[in-house]
C-alpha cells in the first residue's frame, strides 16, 4: 500500500466566480488505485472542481498536479476519462449500437486517416464487457435503459484505457433499482479492473461500501480521508455548517427510496 | 425497358446518373437526418434554384443559348448558401434553426427576382424545378460522378469523424477533432450533392431524397451502418422504380421519386421492427 503513486495532487486550491468564492483552501491527494467519492450538497463547487482537474477553467490560485506534472504541463489526457451527466443532449432516437458507441471513444487514439484494426475491436469488446453489457452489443442505445445507456459512455471512457476514470453524478437518471448494480459495477472497475475512479455524487451513502476514500465538500474541504475514518465521522456527526445531513442520506438509501430521481437535497 | 435504356443516350444519362444519386443523397442525408438538420437540405435547395434562375436569365438577357450549364451556377450558389447558414448558426448559437428560413426565404427570394426579370417561367426552368428524364446530359452525369467520388472518398476517410460529431459534439470537440473544419467539408458536401442531384429530382424534391429513405430506414435498422445500408437501397429502389414510371407515363420524375420513398416510408411505418428484422 505505500509508495502508491499520486496521481492527483491538490493543495491550496482557491476558486472564485467574479465576486463569489466557491472553493477555498482545497488539500486533496488520490493515489493510484483509489477509488474516491466526492460528496456536497448543490452549489459546494463540486462541479468546479472537476472543471479545474480536467483542464476546462484554468485555476487561479493553488496547485494542481496530475500524473506528477503541474496541470499547465500536463499532456496526456487520454489516461484520464470522462463521464459526464447523462442529460447532457444525448439523441436517445440516434440510430447507433452499443458497439459503435463505444467505438467511438477510439476515435482520437485510431488517429485521423487510420482504421480499425483486429487490437481495437477486441479493447471494445473489453469495455462493453467490463460494464457488463456484452450481450447487448449490437443493440441500439435508444432500446437500453437509463442505467445501460449510462454503462456505455463509461465503456466509451474505458475504450482508450484511461488510468484514472472521472464520473460527475453517473446514477442522475437511471432508476433506484439500477442503482446498487450501477455501483457495484464501479468497485468492480476499481477492484479487478485496477482503475482509479474519481465520483461526484451527492448519494455517498450508497457507496461506502466500494469507495476507498471520501471527500466532504462545501466550499471548504470538511473531510478527507479513509472510508473508514469518514464512517467514524459520520457517526459522530459532521460541523454543523457543512449543511448537509449525511446521517439521512445513507439511512435513506437503505431503504431505498429513490431519491435520485429526485436528485435534490438543498 | 432496357432496350430503350440501350438505344437512347438521353435515358442512359438519366438512369447512370439516377443510380449515383440515389447512392449519395440517401448516404449524406443519414448525416443530415441524425444530426437534426433535415431541413438545411430544404434551404440549400431553394438557394440553388436562385443560381439556376440567375444562370437561365444570363443566358436568356446577355448570353448565346445552350452557352452555359445552369448546374454550375447553381451549385455555385449552394455552396455560398451551406457557408453562410455554418455561418448564421454561429452568429445565432442558441437559435440554429433560424439559419434555415434566413437561407430559405433569401433563396427563394432572389429566385423569384431572377425568373421576373426573364419575364416568367420557361420550360427548362420547371425541368429545374421537378426534375426530367431527357434533359440529363453526357456532361452532367460526369460532372455528378465526380462530385460523388468526392463525397464518397471523404465519407470513407473520415467516417469515425463524421460519426462522433454527429453523435456526441462536445466528445468529439472534447478529444480534439476539429469540429469545425468538418462542418465546414460536411455542409459543401450536402450543398454539391443538392445540385447533383437536381437534374433528376428536381430542385423542389431535392430534400425529400435526403430525408425520407433515412426517415424510414431508422424505423428498421440495427446501428449507423445500417441505417446507411438501408437508406441507400430505399433511395436506389425510389430512384429507379420512380425514373422508369416517369419514362412511361410521361409524369416528372421528381413526383414519382418522392411518391416511391413516401409508400416505402408508410410500409416502413406499418411494418413492425422485430418482423423485419428477422426478414433480413
Known amino acids: 500500500m505505500n509508495n502508491k503513486q499520486v496521481i492527483i495532487d491538490i493543495s491550496g486550491l482557491s476558486y472564485s466566480y467574479e465576486n463569489e468564492n466557491v472553493l477555498e483552501d482545497i488539500n486533496i491527494s488520490i493515489t493510484k488505485g483509489s477509488f474516491l467519492g466526492i460528496v456536497g450538497p448543490n452549489g459546494s463547487g463540486k462541479s468546479t472542481l472537476l472543471k479545474l482537474i480536467l483542464g476546462l477553467e484554468k485555476k487561479q490560485k493553488g496547485d494542481i498536479h496530475l500524473f506528477g506534472k503541474d496541470i499547465s ?107 446498487r448494480s450501477f455501483y457495484h459495477m464501479l468497485g468492480d472497475l476499481n477492484q479487478k479492473l485496477g482503475i482509479t475512479l474519481l465520483l461526484v455524487t451527492h448519494d455517498i451513502g450508497a457507496i461506502t461500501d466500494k469507495v476507498t476514500h471520501v471527500v466532504c465538500l462545501n466550499k471548504y474541504l470538511y473531510f478527507h480521508g479513509e472510508t473508514e475514518e469518514f464512517e467514524v465521522k459520520k457517526k459522530n456527526g459532521m460541523p454543523e455548517d457543512y449543511g448537509f445531513d449525511l446521517q439521512m442520506l445513507s439511512h435513506k438509501h437503505g431503504h431505498d427510496t429513490g431519491h435520485e430521481a429526485g436528485g435534490d437535497f438543498q | 425497358m432496357i432496350d430503350a435504356i440501350l438505344q437512347y443516350e438521353f435515358l442512359q444519362n438519366a438512369f447512370l446518373t439516377g443510380i449515383i444519386i440515389g447512392i449519395i443523397a440517401p448516404l449524406i442525408g443519414v448525416f443530415v437526418v441524425v444530426r437534426r438538420l433535415s431541413l438545411i437540405a430544404d434551404a440549400l435547395s431553394h438557394v440553388t434554384l436562385a443560381g439556376i434562375a440567375a444562370s437561365l436569365l444570363l443566358e436568356k438577357k446577355f448570353l448565346p443559348a445552350g452557352s452555359l450549364n445552369p448546374i454550375y451556377i447553381g451549385m455555385v450558389f449552394s455552396i455560398v448558401g451551406s457557408l453562410f447558414i455554418e455561418k448564421l448558426r454561429t452568429v445565432y448559437k442558441h437559435y440554429q434553426e433560424l439559419a434555415i428560413p434566413i437561407i430559405l426565404s433569401s433563396g427563394t427570394g432572389l429566385s423569384v427576382i431572377f425568373i421576373s426579370l426573364a419575364d416568367g417561367f420557361n420550360t427548362d426552368l420547371f425541368g429545374y424545378l421537378f426534375g426530367s428524364v431527357s434533359a440529363v446530359s453526357r456532361a452532367d452525369f460526369w460532372m455528378v460522378l465526380i462530385i460523388s467520388i468526392f463525397v464518397i472518398a471523404i465519407i470513407l476517410l473520415f467516417y469515425k469523424e463524421l460519426f462522433l460529431i454527429s453523435f456526441d459534439e462536445e466528445h468529439a470537440k472534447a478529444s480534439g477533432i476539429p469540429v469545425k473544419g468538418f462542418h465546414l467539408i460536411f455542409i459543401i458536401m450536402v450543398a454539391l450533392v443538392i445540385a447533383s442531384s437536381m437534374r433528376i429530382v428536381g430542385v423542389l424534391l431535392v430534400s425529400s431524397l435526403m430525408t425520407l429513405p433515412v426517415a424510414s430506414a431508422i424505423r428498421l435498422s440495427n446501428g449507423f451502418k445500417q441505417t446507411i445500408l438501408y437508406s441507400i437501397i430505399f433511395g436506389e429502389t425510389a430512384v429507379l422504380g420512380g425514373l422508369t414510371i416517369s419514362y412511361y407515363l410521361d409524369l416528372a420524375p421528381g413526383g414519382t421519386i418522392v411518391m416511391i420513398s413516401v409508400i416505402i416510408l408508410i410500409l416502413s411505418i406499418l411494418r413492425k421492427k422485430g418482423m423485419v428484422k428477422r426478414a433480413v
Open chain 1, 73 to 179: 504541463q500536463f499532456r496526456d489526457w487520454e489516461k484520464i476519462g470522462f463521464v459526464s451527466q447523462k442529460a447532457n443532449s444525448f439523441n436517445t432516437g440516434f440510430p447507433a449500437t452499443v458497439y459503435e458507441v463505444v467505438k467511438s471513444g477510439l476515435t482520437k487514439k485510431i488517429g485521423l486517416l487510420h482504421y480499425m484494426k483486429k487490437e481495437h475491436h477486441l479493447q471494445i469488446l473489453k469495455a462493453i464487457d467490463s460494464v457488463g453489457l456484452l450481450d447487448l452489443k449490437q443493440r441500439n442505445i435508444g432500446e437500453l435503459s437509463g442505467g445501460q445507456q449510462q454503462r456505455v459512455f463509461i465503456a466509451r471512457a474505458l475504450v482508450s484505457e484511461p488510468e484514472l476514470l472521472i464520473l460527475d453524478e453517473p446514477t442522475v437518471g437511471v432508476d433506484a433499482g439500477n442503482v
